[in-house]
Nanobody, 125 residues
Framework: VQLQASGGGLVQAGDSLRLSCAAS????????IGWFRQAPGKEREFVAA?????????YYANSAKGRFTISRDNAKNTVYLQMNSLKPEDTAVYYC??????????????????WGQGTQVTVSS
């Protein structure tokens, strides 16, 4: 599967953005999808993940809970990350990743075998 993240940009604190992760391949609906981010000088960190079956099977980092929502539209081969109430500390390159194992939702890099290129999110204060 090939992944393409988009939707990043420059926004002010308190604004919202919706990131998209578009995937190629007929088996997209069989993959767990995760979002990660990497700020300058920091390690990549987990943000959110959604189970291959979608619905309410999601998992969020503490930093994302209550502000970010992950969802998927398997008919469009796309996963979304709605980000509200953005803060300067959310500034990072955001990556989406796919896990074909259809097991538990992972939160580490090693849980995902396929990665897209990142999209930059910059939040000004």
């Amino acid at each position: 599967v090939q992944l393409q993240a988009s939707g990043g940009g420059l926004v002010q604190a308190g604004d919202s953005l919706r990131l998209s992760c578009a995937a190629s391949g007929r088996t997209f609906s069989s993959y767990n999808i995760g979002w990660f981010r990497q700020a300058p000088g920091k390690e990549r960190e987990f943000v959110a993940a959604i189970w291959w079956g979608g619905g309410s099977s999601t998992y969020y980092a503490n930093s994302a809970k209550g502000r970010f929502t992950i969802s998927r539209d398997n008919a469009k081969n796309t996963v979304y990350l709605q980000m509200n109430s953005l803060k300067p500390e959310d500034t990072a390159v955001y990556y989406c990743a796919a896990d074909p194992r259809r097991g538990r939702l992972g939160s580490t890099d090693n849980d995902y075998g396929y990665w897209g290129q990142g999209t930059q999110v910059t939040v000004s204060s």
